[in-house]
């Protein structure tokens, strides 16, 4: 059996000590590797100082398969990744004039500018006998070696163009230095906590050794993880299958996609497929639903617009929901929630409309608990409402709220039953 | 003069080496730091594991003179930073029935549970002669030690609960550390961008060293943070008031707080100050205004509600814009957004309103650059519309718009000049 390799990320930048920036590339390179089946026991974070980087380096060397850096590769004098690493593991430095073509071109096909200016150049040098990282989405390149038994791969440290570097460059270079390598499929799960989702999915994950199986809590939604080693990603597909069967079988529709990037996208493709348009009647999310949908490159194609009816007078004239129906249900009720999107609906002139009222907290009603949201959908023919009990805090009833309604349009859209106990332990 | 002091963040969680969550933590903690003048190093991310957080301290303590732990100081057999950092100093562990009557207290009367299980009483154990800093954000308690000349602070790992405690109790613990302390100031600034700021700052700058002045870029804003080194806090006061002031004459009132949370904060406490409701009328920010201000407790106190109308015919249809003002100025223009202003007004009943109109992208409309957006703000008597030019992204192109409104909004309810040129080099 293959030694289990060790990684250690090294992230470059004094800005990252100063908390001027969050340390999304940590978190990020983490997941990769986690994916990879690669261990990472340290993160070290060291400024833009080639004295201190020097020293985590050797300290990095001492106890990792491989290194893997972020930042510090730009064209400035703070730059100085490549030069440090590249002396620590005793190599030359190298000028690339192919890379500084491409850096040329950028310049002038991407950022529009025609003269480029020298210290550009500095990037075009890289550690004799490397891989080069060609970088696409910017222009510092990465690259990797290998020496005396260590693997050090380099990323660009913004994070658009780490991210897509180590997907495109670092994920192939890691892959080929074990036979077998771990494939993954992401199922997004909403409707259910992850506390939920483990113990339904418990006695499958202790049967199983590969794939394997984990649950993660995430913001308003759950990400439970397939993860299959192999030699070859058919081998992978093939043992992944009937556990992605079981587990469809136990959590059902309350998986919205895999490999997907988000429930709105998930909504949004289906929405235009079927060319079906969208309103919103909004209360306790409060235009949260309008703005995940209007986040989306061409949400205008669907969705014509919503109405954020916060007081609740203006449910009865902006929407027209009747006086006497608020009255007599309250307004955070099935009813009200019904009356919203279906007056939403007619108001916006679309296809589909959904509506949330419910109690965000963290002041209560002295009728309903906090955590309680009536989300409803209404097409052309029906209304269906659901009714959900997230909990308490302001920020996850709201989100969970948005969740809801988007995950009522995926079910009447993909044809599943619209109305599910949302949350049931 | 004191020596300058080093301090080293060593983050605990296996959580954060699978990327299960962001390190928020790291840099939070590591901008307080930044505030006191104390200089962080090296951070160091390591995973709940007793041999290898062991290896990390003795690296930590070799090279700093203050170690601040974050995480792992929880009831589960996971939680073991306290016992592996005073093994490495070579401190006992002493229990403290104080602390744990003070759990019992927060079990029964925060989060209702009347038996709190055995395993929370580990908690209460903490290395002899520290000082305590007691949690009253949540159960385990966070503790100081010196010894050997390193200073030693550690924080749960709960986000909340870490932030809390390094303001209550470790800033004072750190600023006791030293006779000359740092204090600091953060101006928020809307509407200009981080290197217009810092150009029209940098012979100010360039002339400062007690207070000194730095520019942050943040999202859609800009920090601007002012710090002065001092034995008290008088002191501190006195040598920055007249900086303030040049600043001020310098940035003017793009400035829209000292030391405040948010933009929509300051409006929502102008706006109940004042007694005004508002209402919003958004097309290309989508609903983020509303979102914005409802992520605020107690919104319903001033926000009434806001239509969403993305799709042009909404305009007309729902707020009553005439399709003629459309046809004859083009949909993103100064006189659509000041209708859909003036009209959401009259539809939410309203004192205030504010709209939107623009182009996010990354599409074009053949006229107007990808970027333009036009705000308007409508009171009783007129209507100020401003024009943005806010650049590329659509996430940039959104979040500036929203921000804009929201300024409008500021200015009028201060008596400020409410059209200004946003974003002008």
């Given at each position: 059996m293959a030694k289990q390799l060790r990684a250690e990320i090294l992230c470059v930048g004094t800005e990252l000590l100063l908390g001027n920036i969050t340390n999304t590339n940590a978190r990020d390179v983490s997941v990769y590797l986690s994916e990879l089946g690669i261990d990472v026991f340290y993160e070290t974070v060291v400024g833009d100082n080639p004295e201190r980087l020097t020293k985590a380096v050797d300290i990095a060397k001492s106890r990792a398969d491989i290194i893997i850096t972020t930042g510090g590769l730009g064209p400035t004098c703070d730059d100085l990744t490549k030069q440090v690493l590249a002396k620590a593991f005793g190599l030359e430095m190298e000028f690339h004039a192919e890379l500084a073509e491409e850096m040329k071109r950028y310049f002038h096909d991407v950022l529009g500018v025609s003269e480029m200016t020298e210290?550009?150049?500095?990037?075009?040098?890289?550690?004799?006998?490397c891989t080069i990282f060609h970088n696409d989405w910017g222009t510092a390149p990465g690259c990797a070696f290998e020496s005396g038994g260590v693997h050090v791969l380099m990323l660009p440290g913004p994070p658009r163009e780490c991210n897509a570097m180590f997907k495109a460059c670092a994920m192939p270079y890691l892959r080929a230095l074990s036979d077998e390598q771990l494939y993954t499929h992401n199922l997004r799960i909403v409707g259910s906590g992850e506390s939920t989702v483990e113990s339904k999915l418990r006695d499958l994950m202790n049967e199983l050794s590969n794939p394997t199986l984990a649950p993660y809590a995430k913001e308003g939604e759950v990400l439970l993880r397939v993860t299959a080693k192999a030699k070859s990603q058919d081998e992978a597909e093939a043992l992944m299958e009937p556990v992605l069967e079981k587990v469809q079988a136990t959590i059902g529709d309350l998986i919205y996609g895999m490999d997907v990037d988000s429930l709105e996208e998930v909504v949004f493709v289906l929405l235009k497929a079927k060319k079906l348009t969208l309103a919103t009647a909004e209360s306790c999310t409060g235009g949260l639903i309008a703005k995940r949908i209007t986040d989306l490159i061409g949400s205008s194609q669907v969705f014509r617009g919503g109405a954020v009816t916060y007081a609740t007078e203006t449910k009865t004239?902006?929407?027209?929901?009747?006086a006497d129906v608020i009255e007599k249900n309250g307004v955070i009720s099935a009813e009200v929630a019904s009356e919203m999107a279906v007056r939403a609906r007619k108001l916006f002139g679309t296809d589909l409309a959904v509506s949330t009222t419910g109690l965000a907290g963290p002041d209560g009603d002295g009728k309903n608990p906090v955590g309680t949201v009536f989300v409803a959908l209404a097409t052309q023919k029906e209304v269906y409402v659901s009714k959900i009990s997230s909990g308490i805090g302001r920020a996850r009833v709201r989100i969970l709220g948005s969740s809801c309604a988007l995950d009522m349009l995926r079910r009447y859209l993909t044809e599943l039953p619209v109305v599910v106990d949302y949350y049931k332990k």
């Open positions: 210290n550009n150049l500095q990037q075009a040098y890289l550690p004799v006998g004239s902006v929407l027209g929901v009747p």
